[in-house]
């Protein structure tokens, strides 16, 4: 059965840099990883995405690890704006088919 | 920047009613999603959507289910006859490749309100 795992809840104070652990044991082979942002009442934005090693971009880095089986996301230098849920969304074989999952979400309170 | 709408924003209705929930995808997306997230849970995958057929879709996507884009910019999701359960967080994504090769558009979604 795929599943994805993630913390419930992290804190954290402002200008912190705060990681965040995706484990997806049944990734597909080829798919990406990708880690949304959602507010309350709003549809989930896109972060990052990457399909091994590290990447980077203006708003986050995401790192995976070799066998791709987890990533974490990290958020350099945290605003009180950062306080949302983070979801890693992964591609899953299951049986023959495909399915898109996502995490069960982590919910980051940041602190003034 | 361009961005996916819904509508309506809250549609309540009695069980055993049929809905329809719409979408306009970003106009030069070619695949579509809609999920769904019940209060106070994780958003859930239903169907993806690709050359007027469904691509994939989950076990939560039983034949009370249906989706359609009846026009160049619609995309709709049917259920035929709602249940209590159904009551939920629906939003509709485009992209501009399958899967998770591209970054997934989110609609603001529909509160669906089951009486």
């Known amino acids: 059965l795929a599943k994805t795992t993630q913390p419930i809840s992290m804190d954290s104070y402002e200008g912190q840099e705060v990681n965040i652990t995706c484990s997806h044991n049944?990734?597909?082979?080829?798919?990406?990883i990708t880690w949304y942002q959602q507010f309350p009442s709003q549809g989930p934005r896109f972060i990052i995405q990457?399909?091994?090693t590290k990447v980077t971009n203006e708003v986050a880095s995401l790192f995976i690890p070799a066998d791709r089986k987890s990533s974490t996301l990290s958020l350099p230098r945290v605003s009180l704006s950062d306080t949302a849920v983070y979801y890693c969304?992964?591609?899953?074989?299951?049986?023959?088919?495909?399915?898109?999952?996502f995490g069960s979400g982590t919910r980051l309170l940041v602190r003034p | 920047e361009p961005e996916v709408t819904q509508t309506p924003s809250h549609q309540v209705t009695q069980m055993g009613q049929e809905v329809i929930l719409r979408c306009v995808p970003i106009?030069?997306?070619?695949?579509f999603y809609w999920y769904r997230q019940i209060l106070g849970q994780k958003v859930e995958f239903l169907v993806s959507?690709?050359?007027?057929?469904?691509?994939?879709k989950s076990e939560i996507f039983d034949d009370q289910f249906s989706v359609e884009r009846p026009d160049g910019s619609n995309f709709t999701l049917k259920i035929r006859s709602t249940k209590l359960e159904d009551s939920a967080m629906y939003f509709c994504?485009?992209?501009?490749?399958?899967?998770?090769?591209?970054?997934?558009?989110f609609g603001p979604g529909t509160r669906l309100t089951v009486t």
């Open positions: 959507f690709y050359n007027n057929e469904i691509s994939e």
């Open positions: 106009s030069n997306h070619l695949y």
């Open positions: 994504a485009s992209s501009e490749i399958l899967g998770l090769a591209g970054e997934q558009y």
């Open positions: 969304l992964v591609g899953a074989k299951m049986d023959s088919s495909y399915k898109l999952i």
């Open positions: 990457g399909y091994k």
């Open positions: 049944n990734i597909a082979t080829n798919d990406y």
